[in-house]
């Protein structure tokens, strides 16, 4: 790899990691990627965006490993009846991160980027929590739903992350020794954190 510098981050649903991301993004100057690498991802591989969508939406797997029941949708009609498994996605899309991460200085939320990046020397890895209370209010606020829906909601894609995280990586989802850092946004507040981050990579930077 090159001297760019990575921040990848891991969050749990509600905890601001996705507003942390950009907060850091507009400090230090970095490239930022979450759903924009849908779109990378259909631009670089020539299938439908839609193709992507779907599967970032349906797939499902067990804390344990495994995915149930991801399909393709009928790309075209020299497509039809095909599928487009979960490896074959996420092979590109680890793709569209490698690339990146080859050009510049970035910071990606989800997707396993720390694990794709894995061997990359200057990646720097956090995982986002917060305070049960916090999340659902975020939650609450941004989608428009009830205390209820808010909390099976977060439960739901709580361990649709962790399913996936733990699939790809053969790591822990939100346990310490998997990342560089953890920390509970709730603690110090969206903005603070995002500082302390930034402050905890000068830092790393300068490790050795």
Known sequence: ???NFIINIGRQLGSGGRQIGRILSKQLDMAFYDKELIALASQQSGLAKEVFEKADEKKRFTLTGGLLGLKSPVLDE???????WNEKLFQIQSEVIQNLAREKSCIFVGRCADYILRDHPHA???FISAEEDDRIKRVMDYYELTEKKALELIGKTDKKRAGYYNYYSNKQWGAAESYHLCINSSALGIEATADFIEDFLYGFTQRG
């Open 78 to 84: 020299n497509f039809s009846n095909s599928y487009l």
């Open 1 to 3: 790899m090159n001297d």
């Open 124 to 126: 720097l890895n956090v």
